[in-house]
């Protein structure tokens, strides 16, 4: 589980899942009451789960525009930073649910936040803080 949150890409979320396991990843991270980035945290859900194969012979491309950011982004810092709150907060009710020993949930801690860069870095939260201010 660590490493997958160490080595996943939120592109994974396009990948094949079981449909309940995915149904149920995404009801859960409706909790988060924001478009931008349920999709990370559906996908976390799944990999907790441990229930994760891959394959080297998938193929996907990727497409990078900005309108995805643009449009449901938070645009200022301080609606950047709750919504990272609010990610960790769901996060780690979601790790606390996993089927996890207590030392092992205590060893996924580091990847988790490594994972959580997907939504937000708390240095690139304060310096938009920080420009904000300056403006």
Same mark, same amino acid.
């Given at each position: ?9 939120? @592109?994974w979320f396009y990948s094949l899942f079981e449909r309940e ?12 009451n924001q478009i931008w980035a349920g999709d990370i945290l ?7 789960? @441990?229930?994760?194969? @891959? ?81």
């Amino acid at each position: 589980i660590r490493l997958a949150l160490r080595r996943s890409r939120p @592109g994974w979320f396009y990948s094949l899942f079981e449909r309940e396991r995915l149904l149920a990843a995404t009801v859960q991270a409706r909790a988060l009451n924001q478009i931008w980035a349920g999709d990370i945290l559906s996908l976390l859900h799944v990999l907790l789960s @441990g229930a994760i194969t @891959g394959s080297n012979q998938a193929i996907y491309y990727r497409r990078l525009t900005p309108a995805s950011a643009d449009l449901y982004g938070p645009k200022i810092a301080r609606e950047r930073y709750q919504l990272y709150r609010r990610w960790l907060q769901l996060a780690f009710a979601a790790l606390a649910a996993a089927p996890l020993t207590r030392s092992e949930r205590l060893m996924t801690v580091p990847a988790l936040l490594h994972y959580a860069r997907y939504v937000g870095k708390p240095v690139s939260i304060l310096k938009a803080a920080l420009r904000e201010l300056w403006r």
